[in-house]
T-cell receptor, first 114, second 113 residues
Framework: DGGITQSPKYLFRKEGQNVTLSCEQN?????MYWYRQDPGQGLRLIYY???????QKGDIAEGYSVSREKKESFPLTVTSAQKNPTAFYLC?????????????FGDGTRLSIL | QQQVKQSPQSLIVQKGGISIINCAYE??????FPWYQQFPGKGPALLIA???DVSEKKEGRFTISFNKSAKQFSLHIMDSQPGDSATYFC????????????WGLGTSLAVNP
């Protein structure tokens, strides 16, 4: 079955630590996205990538970094500079970023601070 | 101008009733309006979407109504079922080269049996 796999499902971060969230898709989609979801909030865009080896900052990129070395993979690193990292992180992909293609989501990673 | 305002924040409906969720926007450059459904602990999933050249789109029990002059669109769930209990998000995207979605804050729907 095609889809998006996020891992781990739950992640705990110590103060001053960087952590990396995994996102893999086998849908052959060009575009990939990272969102942050907080209770009572909509989805806020962290980073997006329209194609391999290219990515752009979203609305709340500070304290986060990404890479897109392979079409299938778009890992997100939450750095120690992100002072309020506790949230539900969602990865999504779409066929292209230019057309009205639906975004397909993974089941998220819940990050908490120890 | 970039916002999408969604209401109500929460909604309780009896089984068999009609659930109505509304969204409003200001930016006339929006040209694609999807609705997503999210169950607890899961990612959102596309439910139905509409473009502004269409006033209504129906898929099964789910209908989007679009009022271009009022800059409003709404989701109607007919014959609501307990399995429809979820959070619903409206969104909009602007013509351009990245198709960023602007999201509403969500509506938590509970359908009582």
């Amino acid at each position: 079955d095609g889809g998006i796999t996020q891992s781990p499902k739950y992640l705990f971060r110590k103060e001053g630590q960087n952590v990396t969230l995994s996102c893999e898709q086998n849908l052959n989609h060009d575009a990939m996205y990272w969102y942050r979801q907080d209770p009572g909030q909509g989805l806020r865009l962290i980073y997006y990538s329209q194609i391999v080896n290219d990515f752009q900052k979203g609305d709340i990129a500070e304290g986060y970094s990404v890479s897109r070395e392979k079409k299938e993979s778009f890992p997100l690193t939450v750095t120690s500079a992100q002072k309020n990292p506790t949230a539900f992180y969602l990865c999504a992909s779409s066929l292209q970023a230019r057309s009205n293609q639906p975004q397909h989501f993974g089941d998220g990673t819940r990050l908490s601070i120890l | 101008q970039q916002q999408v305002k969604q209401s109500p924040q929460s909604l309780i409906v009896q089984k068999g009733g009609i659930s109505i969720i509304n969204c409003a926007y200001e930016n006339t450059a929006f040209d694609y309006f999807p609705w997503y459904q999210q169950f607890p602990g899961k990612g959102p999933a596309l439910l139905i979407a509409i473009r502004p050249d269409v006033s209504e789109k129906k898929e099964g029990r789910f209908t989007i109504s679009f009022n271009k002059s009022a800059k409003q669109f709404s989701l109607h769930i007919m014959d609501s079922q307990p399995g429809d209990s979820a959070t619903y998000f409206c969104a909009a995207s602007i013509r351009g080269n990245n198709r960023k979605l602007i999201w509403g804050l969500g509506t938590s729907l509970a359908v009582n049996p």
